[in-house]
C-alpha cells in the first residue's frame, strides 16, 4: 500500500514528506518488479527545514521498510530543478541509475540482490503516441496536486490568447500514468506531439511556449 511519512515542526507544521508505493502501482512510466518506488520526496518549505538530514532520513525509512517487505530494493525518478529530487542524495545511498529519459531524466536504483531485474523506463517515453501529433495536450494526475490550479489557466489562456482548446487528459489509475510520455508521470504538456513541459507550468510559460511554438 501507499505510505506517506513527514517531517512535522512544532510551531512550522509540515515541512517536508516522503511518499513511496510498490513499483507495480508507481504514477510514474517505469517499469519495476517487486521494488518499493518513492513517488515524492520533499524537505525544507522554510530554508531552516533545509540541510540538516531530514530527507536522508525519511529515505533510511523507505530502504527500511523495503527490506522488511522482502523487495528487491528501491527505485526513485529524478532530475535537476523543481518538482523532482536530485540525484546526489540517493548516490550517497548506493544508488544506481539503470536508465535515462530525456531530456534529462534519471531512473535510480538500490537493488538488495545481483540477481534482481534492472528497472527501466517504460518505452512511452521515447515516442509520443501518433494521436497526439495535432493539438495541445495536458495530461494530469490527482497523485500530484499542485497541478490543479496550472491546468485551469493554462485552459484559460489557450483560449484567450490563442483561440484554441486544451484537451486534458487525466490519468486516475497507476497503469495510465505508467503509459505517460512524460518520464514525470503525472504531468506534462505535449504540443503537435512534442512533450514541451515535463512539470505543472505557469500561464506565463504556456505562453512562452505556445509563441515558439508559432514561430517554427
Known amino acids: ?11 512550522s507544521g509540515n515541512q517536508g514528506m516522503i511518499e513511496w508505493i510498490n513499483s507495480e502501482y508507481a504514477m510514474r512510466p517505469v517499469i519495476a518488479e517487486n521494488y518499493l518506488f518513492i513517488n515524492c520526496l520533499f524537505v525544507g518549505f522554510r530554508k531552516e527545514f533545509k540541510g540538516n538530514g531530514y530527507a536522508s532520513q525519511l529515505i533510511d525509512l523507505c530502504i527500511q521498510d523495503a ?3 522482502n523487495k528487491s530494493g528501491v527505485c526513485v525518478v529524478t532530475r535537476k530543478g523543481s518538482f523532482m529530487p536530485g540525484k546526489d542524495i540517493f548516490t550517497k545511498k ?10 534529462d531524466f534519471e531512473l535510480l536504483t538500490l537493488s538488495f540482490t545481483p540477481d534482481a531485474k534492472i528497472p527501466l523506463f517504460n518505452e512511452s517515453v521515447r515516442t ?3 494521436k497526439y501529433s495535432k493539438g495541445i495536450f495536458i495530461f494530469r494526475s490527482d497523485q500530484c496536486p499542485y497541478s490543479v490550479k496550472n491546468v485551469k489557466e493554462i485552459q484559460e489562456t489557450a483560449v484567450k490568447d490563442f483561440n484554441t482548446e486544451v484537451t486534458v487528459i487525466d490519468l486516475n489509475i497507476p497503469s495510465e500514468a505508467q503509459q505517460s510520455p512524460s518520464p514525470f508521470g503525472t504531468f506534462c504538456v505535449v504540443v503537435d506531439g512534442v512533450v514541451k513541459a515535463h512539470n505543472p507550468i505557469s ?11 508559432k514561430k517554427k
Open 1 to 11: 500500500g501507499l505510505v506517506i511519512k513527514t517531517v512535522v515542526a512544532e510551531k
Open 67 to 69: 527490506m522488511d517487505k
Open 94 to 103: 548506493g544508488f544506481k541509475i539503470t536508465d535515462t529519459a530525456k531530456p
Open 128 to 130: 509520443v503516441d501518433k
Open 203 to 213: 500561464k506565463t510559460r504556456f505562453v512562452n511556449i505556445m509563441n515558439e511554438v
